[in-house]
């Protein structure tokens, strides 16, 4: 175990062979009470989707599914029209 100037109490976790902090003066300061759950969450809308929203091959974008998606989008998108 070792502290550096800040307080903090390091120590090297046999088991994930890893530094973790053991104790943090900082952190540990900080009261909680009940009255900072009981106030309403700060919910921001989040932005429009631009894609389709029948577009699942948007779900898979950058994976190795991506064109096997878009096939199939593009399949239930034409299948009423021939």
Not at 11 to 16: R, V
Not at 35 to 53: C, I
Request: aromatic share 8%; hydrophobic share 30%.
């Amino acid at each position: 175990m070792w502290k550096d100037d800040a307080g903090r109490v390091f120590k090297l976790s046999e088991l994930s062979n890893q530094i973790c902090c053991v104790e943090n003066p900082a952190r540990d300061r900080k009261e909680h009470t009940v009255e900072m759950y009981l106030r309403p969450a700060k919910v921001t809308p989040r932005a429009r989707r631009r894609v389709h929203p029948r577009a699942s091959h948007s779900t898979a974008k950058g994976t190795k599914y991506e064109n096997f998606m878009a096939m199939l989008d593009e399949y239930d998108r034409l299948k009423d029209k021939f």
